[in-house]
């Protein structure tokens, strides 16, 4: 069950930074926020996930505002083959529904050339 | 790492007919799932092995899924009889527990159709 908000469709320029947002306005204190991407014809690909600091990894940072209750994925220089449906995800990082991932529609980012 | 292997990678079928999809996950990965992507939604959860054990499976179809893991390791998930609805991507993912917190790794999926 999808508790995540994202914009159906985004476009960046290639080179530029893509920031994508999400809202979870009802996230919990044990609940991680994590990024997939999907490409077409692919299965989703993790990127990123954080609690409450940000993040950063050679793909992408991760922005959690104080209250948890959005975040941004930034990916700071964006080329074409970024272009996918990106997935925001709140998850239970701990007991037994460790490692289940509830997917929305996500957004679709477009980098043009 | 090999990834996590399906196939067939592409199948059509007559409704009401069976069909079955085989998921090889990563090596050492105990805990592996089928998801179902329809085309234009997100992947929905279908089933969770915990080695050969089912942890959840609250959202198979009973009546016309079927899924097993013999011996912990492949997994094959069944739909007999097919339904047109039943269209969609098949991907399965498998993670290690010590990863999960990392979120887990999907295979390419394969796409069903039925006509």
């Known amino acids: 069950d999808a508790k995540t908000t994202q914009p159906t469709s985004m476009d960046c320029a290639e080179g530029r930074a893509a920031n994508l947002p999400c809202n979870h306005s009802?996230?919990?204190?044990?609940?991680?926020v994590y990024w997939y991407r999907q490409i077409h014809s692919q299965g989703p690909q993790y990127i990123i996930h954080?609690?409450?600091n940000n993040e950063t990894n050679e793909m992408a940072s991760l922005i959690i505002t104080e209250d948890r209750k959005s975040s941004t994925l930034i990916l700071p220089h964006a080329t074409l083959r970024d272009t996918a449906v990106y997935y925001c995800?709140?998850?239970?990082?701990?007991?037994?529904?460790?490692?289940?991932?509830?997917f929305g529609r996500g957004t679709q980012l477009t980098v043009w050339p | 790492e090999a990834g996590v292997a399906q196939s067939p990678r592409y199948k059509i079928i007559e409704k009401r007919q069976s069909v079955a999809f085989w998921c090889n996950p990563i090596?050492?990965?105990?805990?592996l799932y089928w998801y179902q992507q329809i085309l234009g939604q997100g992947p929905k959860l279908l089933i969770q092995?915990?080695?050969?054990?089912?942890?959840?499976d609250s959202q198979l179809p009973k009546d016309r899924f079927s899924a097993e893991r013999l011996k912990g390791v492949d997994s094959t998930l069944k739909i007999q009889p097919a339904k047109l609805e039943d269209s969609a991507v098949y991907l399965c993912?498998?993670?290690?527990?010590?990863?999960?917190?990392?979120?887990?790794?999907f295979g390419s999926g394969t796409r069903l159709t039925v006509v």
């Open positions: 993912a498998s993670s290690s527990i010590r990863a999960t917190l990392y979120g887990y790794t």
């Open positions: 009802t996230i919990s204190g044990n609940e991680y």
């Open positions: 954080g609690l409450k």
């Open positions: 995800i709140v998850r239970v990082g701990r007991g037994s529904t460790l490692g289940r991932l509830y």
């Open positions: 090596s050492g990965h105990a805990t």
């Open positions: 092995f915990q080695n050969n054990g089912v942890v959840d």
